[in-house]
């Protein structure tokens, strides 16, 4: 049998997966995004329901559901990405056929802060986290 290897010899997170001195710094949100799909798949990997499917089966569930996992990771550990320089406004600057992918990406980053603005209004706890990590992860 095959097995996701996610361990590493990093210590455990004691209260969140990224660094607080400069939470945006290019390398910093390349390590904590790399550390929140590390999180998420040993999360996946602890669910007995999950680690028992066939290794292929665990792939493509992982493959499907990453994005949201990744989402709800950095909304439950309470990543500043609203102060982030990557989700800050595209330059208007842009000509021609750039000016839709500008006002596209405007878009989704305003419904991106819209929907952590949500959740952290709702102050979900990690019962709740876990219950919908696992919904994503085993959605039909």
Known sequence: DENIDVTSNDP???SSPYSSSSPCGLDSIHET????LFMAVKWAKNLPVFSGLPFRDQVILLEEAWSELFLLGAIQWSLPLDSCPLLAPP???????AQGRLTLASMETRVLRETISRFRALAVDPTEFACMKA??????
């Open 12 to 14: 455990e997170f004691p």
């Open 135 to 140: 919904l994503v992860l085993f959605k039909p």
């Open 91 to 97: 330059e208007a600057s842009a000509a021609g056929g």
């Open 33 to 36: 995004s790399a550390r929140l």
